[in-house]
């Protein structure tokens, strides 16, 4: 019977075995990754790749709700809700998403549960509080005739339904096409195309209508 | 094409990401209709407009606004990330303590305790410990089957040690055979034996089931060599939950003074 005296030297630097251990935090540059790969990013628990995502996407985002609800203040609570939501919602986010899609899917909820909320439609024009945006006329002398020109077409865009203002302006980002269009508003495609368009007849008629009612507004 | 039909295009016309393939006999009833030439033109005339609108820019709250709620939100997934931790390895901690507390008490009581009443009655459990506590039985009839192979049976202390020197030549030891090695690392009543079982143990060092048998064992070892290899084991394979019980054991005077320079170097690495 072998009678081992001395136990096995313990080779602790030497033993080899495999710890696995978390993988060093990669972070790339965050400006390479597309929104869509940010996003999967913030899904899988980097909260701070959402700064990237804010930083691409809260101006257009703002605009479209400062379009749609024709309210700068509630256009800012419901943006600053949307990217609340991203977070909360985050491991909702799919894998065959589209992070703009649905950014302005998350828009459009918010917006409805806000005015629910507030209990209000938005509001109708009020031209005078557009007076501040700033506006791009090269010429000092055109710019009250775009001003004017622009508070018509906010004014017009006031009197659409919710949804036909909505269609259409979602039809206007270049960056959605109409099967995205679709999803957001839970329709065909072929139907988010006959809104988008029969909107535009509608907001085209107010326009002109508008026009020859206050052609003095200058 | 007649005006209605041309009037249905015009959506597509307009839409500058639609293919113009489909178009051009819409465009040649425009060329030669005044009055779709109108309606096309106060359309687009319109859509220009819409699209002329300046863009609103929002003002510094909601940046200010945003990264706060970040922060906040950072903040809180941390803690829950932290809570969760904690509760996991107290979790694991309970139950290992409760699988070998009664193996302490001599061959005798354990003979009892793997003979039938070896399940005391669990407190209130949900599914998942229910099941875990499941499959940790079926790791202690393994380690009971090791028991009764060496104290039970009184074999020689050579022999179980050629027992567990054998599992370390095995490339992919399975998983009851991983248990024997912790049970023997717990109960065998020779150094030499617990020393060699946590020498194979390495290799599986990056399992959590490894190292929380590693950690639970700990405090019933008296003896400072195996203590210290214990230790040593734990610190290498980076195992972040053995702190607390390293402060305690540096906190604790009455054991070894070697025991509790290797913790303390030990807490400095984790
Ligand atoms: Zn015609």
């Known amino acids: 019977m072998p009678v081992i005296t001395a136990y096995p030297e313990i080779r602790v630097d030497s033993t ?8 060093d935090a990669v972070d790339p540059a965050t400006d390479t990754l597309t929104d869509h790969e940010l996003m999967i990013a913030v899904r899988d628990g980097d909260l701070g790749a959402l700064g990237e995502l804010f930083e691409r996407h809260h101006g257009p985002l703002y605009g479209f709700l400062v379009k749609l609800t024709n309210q700068r203040t509630a256009a800012e609570d419901i943006a600053q809700t949307v990217f609340q939501r991203m977070l909360k919602y985050r491991h909702t986010y799919r894998d065959d998403g589209s992070f703009t899609a649905w950014m302005y899917h998350l828009g459009r909820r918010c917006a409805a549960d806000h005015f629910r909320k507030h209990n209000a ?46 269609v259409l302006l979602l039809s206007r980002f270049q960056e959605l096409s109409f099967a995205e269009i679709a999803a957001i508003l839970e329709c065909s495609v072929g139907a988010a195309k006959v809104r988008a368009h029969r909107a535009l007849r509608e907001l085209r008629d107010t326009y002109f209508r508008l026009q020859k009612e206050k052609p003095s507004l200058s | 094409m007649n005006c209605t039909e041309a009037q249905e295009k015009f959506a597509d016309l307009l839409d500058g990401r639609l293919p113009e393939g489909g178009t051009a006999d819409v465009r040649a009833h425009l060329a030669s209709c005044p009055d779709c030439q109108r309606q096309y033109s106060s359309l687009a005339q319109t859509l220009a407009a819409l699209d002329a609108l300046p863009a609103a820019k929002p003002g510094p709250g ?46 005798l009581a354990l003979g ?19 099941q875990e506590i499941a499959s940790l039985r079926q790791r202690v009839d393994s380690v009971g089957q090791l ?6 049976q009184q074999r020689s202390t050579s022999e179980r040690l050629q027992t ?23 109960l065998d009543p ?6 060699s079982a946590l020498d194979a143990l390495y290799p599986h060092a990056d399992q959590a089931f490894v190292r929380s048998g590693v950690l639970a064992t700990l405090p019933r070892e008296q003896n400072p060599l ?22 305690k054991i540096v906190r604790n005077e009455t054991i070894d003074r070697v025991v509790r320079d290797a913790a303390r170097r030990g807490l400095a690495q984790l």
Do not use: C
């Not at chain 1, 080899?16 to 993988?23: C, E, N, Y």
């Not at chain 2, 020779?190 to 020393?195: I, M, P, Q, Y």
């Not at chain 2, 195996?226 to 402060?247: C, G, H, K, T, Y």
């Open chain 2, 147 to 152: 028991v009764g192979m060496s104290l039970l």
């Open chain 1, 121 to 166: 439609a938005p509001a109708a024009t009020d031209p005078a509080s557009l007076q501040d945006h700033a506006d791009d006329a090269p010429h000092a002398g055109d710019r009250a005739a775009t001003r004017d020109d622009h508070a018509l077409l906010h004014s017009a865009l006031g009197r659409l339904d919710r949804d036909d203002r909505e």
């Open chain 1, 16 to 23: 080899p075995f495999v710890v696995k251990s978390a993988p």
């Open chain 2, 62 to 107: 909601l940046r200010k606004n945003f990264y706060a709620m970040l922060e906040e939100e950072k903040n809180s997934a941390a803690s829950v990330a932290a809570a969760a931790a904690r509760h996991r390895q107290a979790h694991r901690a309970v139950l290992w303590r409760w699988i070998l507390a009664p193996l302490g008490a001599g061959a």
């Open chain 2, 164 to 186: 567990v020197l054998a599992t370390v030549d095995q490339k992919n030891p399975d998983q009851r055979m991983i248990s024997n090695l912790i049970g023997a690392l717990a």
């Open chain 2, 190 to 195: 020779s150094t030499n034996v617990r020393l």
């Open chain 2, 226 to 247: 195996v203590q210290v290899a214990m230790i040593d084991f734990l610190v290498a394979a980076r195992d972040r939950e053995a702190v607390p019980e390293l402060e």
């Open chain 2, 112 to 130: 009892g305790f793997f003979a039938g009443t070896r399940y005391a009655p669990a407190p209130a459990m949900d599914a998942a410990t229910k």
